[in-house]
């Protein structure tokens, strides 16, 4: 299961076209069930003001991915295809409207994929830019204190299951799912250590889907201040009742994320 996923939501980082052809059942579970927060979205959600989230990223092979640094993007491994010089990805910021004449665009030139990434948990990378963005960043969390609670995601994905990537990046919030409910959702095939589920688990109807992968999901920390807990990963379809939304943990990589982002900052 975890597998196919994985293969899944790869195959649909690189076409949508796939969607119909794979499994997937467009729309029909939401259209009955539309869950607690019916509406369009990321699944379930609304238009994200400008400025809202300032370090949110799109990234040009349909993920994505927030402003670690002003030069470095944090996002899914699944989203790269390995380690090294790579001047392929565009990143575009400042702008909830893609093809707003706001939106700042800059290439990345080196891609950090988690070591000892092989499909099942680390799900994190890091892509430097060619140049920084001057725009505000979004810390990530080093502890598991805020690995609870109602957390915000938000993506520029499909607003349902089988739907299509949205020029206006989508938001929504999902509660914490504790890690043995979510097992239970998916079979074993959780890494408990390494993932931290999120959404409605009994109804469905707001989630992240194809195209949000890499993308943070964040939650307000003790000071008032955004913080990262996870990033956009995998999931059985979307806003499915019965199977929350998939993150990589980011508590856990921290140590990692910052010594790699100092790494890159040397390059
Ligand atoms: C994806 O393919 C994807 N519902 C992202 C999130 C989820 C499923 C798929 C979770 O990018």
């Known amino acids: 299961m975890r597998n196919f996923l994985t293969v899944l939501k790869r195959t649909l980082a690189v076409g949508a076209v796939a969607l119909a052809a794979v499994s997937l059942q ?22 994200a003001q400008q400025g809202e989230f300032p370090w ?33 990805i565009t990143a575009t910021a400042g702008a909830v409207d893609l093809n707003s004449s706001q939106a700042v665009k800059v290439k990345s030139t080196y891609v950090l994929q988690a070591p000892g990434y092989n499909g099942t948990g680390k799900d994190w990378a890091l892509i430097k830019l060619a140049k920084p963005i001057n725009l505000p960043t979004l810390n990530i969390a080093d502890t598991t204190a805020y690995n609870n609670g109602t957390f915000t995601i938000a993506g520029w994905g499909a607003d349902r299951e089988g739907g ?74 979307c806003a499915r009742p019965g199977y929350p939304g998939v993150y990589t943990e980011v508590s856990t990589f921290a140590a990692s994320i910052k010594s790699a982002a100092a790494g890159l900052g040397r390059r």
Not at 27 to 39: E, I, N, Q, R, V
Not at 166 to 177: D, E
Not at 195 to 222: H, W
Request: proline share 6%; net charge neutral; glycine share 18%.
């Open 26 to 47: 467009p729309g029909t579970a939401l259209a009955s069930d539309p869950g607690p927060h019916p509406g369009p979205s990321v699944v379930g959600g609304t238009t």
């Open 56 to 88: 949110m990223v799109r990234l040009s092979m349909g993920c994505g991915g927030s402003l670690y640094t002003q030069q470095i993007v944090l996002t899914a491994a699944h989203c790269v295809n390995g380690t090294g010089a790579n001047t392929s």
């Open 164 to 237: 299509s990537q949205q020029r206006q990046l989508r938001k929504a919030t999902v509660p914490y799912v504790d890690d043995t409910a979510c097992q239970r959702a998916y079979g074993g095939s959780l890494t408990p250590g390494e993932e931290i589920c999120a959404g409605y688990l009994q109804t469905g109807g707001v989630d992240t889907c194809q195209g949000d992968s890499g993308g943070p999901m964040f939650r307000k920390d003790n000071a008032g201040a955004w913080i990262q807990v996870g990033v956009v990963s995998w999931g059985q379809g």
